[in-house]
């Protein structure tokens, strides 16, 4: 796969359709640091990159789109159907928490809560597609998925980014397999996932995707029991790290502080490992933090 | 006053101490505007700029820096003057709230608490600042205030700003008085201010400033009772609108929803201005609105 090419094209494929993030320089490890600011993405997260490069580059059937989503991916998949005019069904367990199956609702989208983890609704999603032909919006790991992801990386490099390292938070890895296309071995890449969430760490020391069990606070967006395939082959040899959950809610708060940015767990996450000296750069080394999910519960807005 | 002039020596002068805040655009209203979120400002509002260009331009007496504020403008000139390493006193209003004071207490200043509205709070730092020597800063009706906030706009030409007219929220004046200085008849200024607070309004109309009345939702950064006569000087013609608690309310919602912008009401005022109809653009013309303020009550982090 010519990952570069298929981002560029992505790029241009939803043009007018994603948000263009802005980019903010910071000081809140004590040192300057560059902020991507992706949670500012339409349904608070960066998954509509995704979602409307896969409805944009195939052929929709009658039956509409599927998607399986610990919440963010739901409500972008189901956005981004109901901006292009396609019906959706999004299965999300429980835990996506009430802010976020509201925030589906807002789409339109045909919502079904299933209990448990992320994985339980995965399973539901897939026998819909089975069932009825709609067309499944994997929330990582799919090439198109990971292309869109990867426009993150392509628009951040066009509005000039310096650093010689970004840190991405993980959950199923389309995000970071974004990265990792994108930059390729121009920029180092340095995966951050909670302790209690850690499906790509896991899975480098084992040296393949394994099961892991999920929980903590980021939960709801970065808990994919197993990494996908796509991020695994391309994370071969590269850095992770892993955070507390109480580091993590440090950065959430120090996000506000500084710079009156209120991002849900998994939007703090990747900073984290910054903050909490997890992850400390090298003399000279400049480093850069995308901040992925705005998604918090409750909403302050009450739901 | 040679103020394109002024404003480009404080950017200068402020340079690395005030936040470069960012611009998006965005499809609030219905159609493309751009917006600039000065509320991601140090100590999340506009005020920063004003605050460091006073103190970094003058002599600072050993006793200090004294201000009376709404909160915004407590914070600012106290954040500023702990920086820069001077005792900072500070004066606010009751009607500041308990997460501005939160935020002032922060900065390690000396805070006093008065009864009633902001005019009561200058009064008291006038006898503070005539007692003790200690230098006002005056919110918004002194030069170095006006050309320090004025910098937020000539930064917003450095990023390429497009528009054709910019809408600005106005209390005391000093943010709509650096847009006024610094756009001169380059781009038209649109004033917002809330129908429960209108010192620039009730001023053109009367042809002189006058005391108003002040209470709704953004009174508290907002509610000055009086505009300041530099602003009063530099409004002369001006478009002025007023917008209702309820379109402000509005609009801080839809800058959630849109982009998982949390602001203050204050911070939405002058959006609440398209959202509402209340100022409709001509065809063809390209409108910008200032976020000027994110100081929400409460905090989400529970101040």
Redesign the interface.
């Known amino acids: 796969m010519n990952w570069k090419s298929e981002i560029s094209v992505a790029q241009d494929r939803i043009a007018g359709h994603a948000?263009?993030?802005?980019?903010?320089?910071s000081r809140i490890p004590g040192y300057p640091i560059d902020l991507k600011?992706e949670?500012?993405q339409?349904t608070?997260s960066f998954k509509a990159r995704g979602a409307f490069n896969t409805l944009l580059s195939m052929n929709v059937p009658q039956a509409g789109v599927v998607a399986a989503s610990g919440g963010n991916h739901g409500a972008a998949a189901a956005y981004a159907a109901q901006t292009l005019g396609y019906p959706a069904k999004i299965f999300v367990p429980e835990l996506a928490g009430p802010s976020k199956i509201a925030l589906i609702r807002q789409t339109g989208a045909d919502l079904s809560v299933v209990s448990g983890e992320y994985a339980n609704a995965l399973t539901q999603a897939q026998a819909y597609e089975a069932e009825t032909g709609a067309m499944q919006i994997h929330a990582y790991d799919a090439p198109a998925t990971v292309a869109g992801q990867g426009t993150c990386f392509a628009e951040w490099d066009a509005q000039d980014l310096q650093a010689d390292t970004v840190l991405v938070a993980v959950g199923g890895g389309g995000l970071i397999a974004g990265a990792l296309a994108w930059f390729g071995d121009t920029r180092k890449v340095v995966a951050v996932e909670p302790e209690t969430s850690c499906a790509l760490n896991a899975a480098l020391q084992a040296g393949k995707p394994i099961d892991v069990s999920v929980s903590g606070i980021a939960a709801n967006a970065l808990g994919a029991r197993r990494i996908g395939q796509i991020c695994f082959d391309l994370a071969q040899g590269m850095n992770s790290v892993l955070v507390s959950d109480d580091a993590i809610a440090d950065a959430q708060?120090a996000l506000?502080?500084?710079?009156?940015?209120?991002?849900e767990p998994a939007g703090a996450t990747a900073l984290a490992a910054l903050t909490s000296g997890v992850y400390q750069p090298g003399p000279g080394e400049r480093v850069a933090v995308l901040v992925c999910g705005?998604?918090?519960a409750p909403?302050?807005?009450g739901a």
């Not at 948000?19 to 320089?25: K, L, S």
């Not at 506000?256 to 991002?263: F, G, K, N, S």
Request: aromatic share 8%; charged share 15%.
């Open positions: 948000q263009v993030t802005p980019v903010i320089e600011l949670h500012m339409h608070g708060k506000w502080q500084a710079h009156r940015i209120l991002v705005a998604n918090i909403d302050p807005f």
